[in-house]
């Protein structure tokens, strides 16, 4: 069984950046693709931002040119970093591998709050 944990969250001013890690307890290189997922109140919880093993990566819309998403499977470590922050960015922000298999299945997080002022 695989632990993930996130950090970094916090408040920051729209316009301002914010780190996200993701540490896992073992191998993220053999669980696959990993991914950032958030969730704000009353909505649906959205992939974020995914990078495969080989460290290919794919953004929502949203997010891309303002998100990055990277890796380092040295680490067991996943990273989004959130530039340009937006008050509708705000949300919990969950870490959740491998990508591609239901919800129910994988590992998640237990979620890290970000929140936007404007």
């Known amino acids: 069984q695989v632990q993930l944990v996130e950090s970094g969250g916090g408040l920051v001013q729209a316009g301002g950046s914010l780190r996200l890690s993701c540490v896992a307890s073992?191998?993220?290189?053999?669980?696959?693709?990993m991914g950032w997922y958030r969730q704000a109140p009353g909505k649906q919880r959205e992939l974020v931002a995914g990078?495969?093993?080989?460290?290919?990566?794919n953004y929502a819309g949203s997010v891309k040119g303002r998100f990055t998403i990277s890796r380092d499977n040295a680490k067991n470590t996943v990273y989004l970093q959130m530039n340009s922050l937006k008050p509708e960015d705000t949300a919990v922000y969950y870490c959740?591998?491998?990508?591609?298999?239901?919800?129910?299945?994988?590992?998640w997080g237990q979620g890290t709050q970000v929140t936007v002022s404007s």
């Open positions: 990078i495969t093993s080989g460290g290919s990566t």
């Open positions: 959740k591998g491998p990508l591609g298999v239901p919800a129910g299945m994988g590992y």
């Open positions: 073992g191998s993220i290189f053999s669980i696959g693709a």
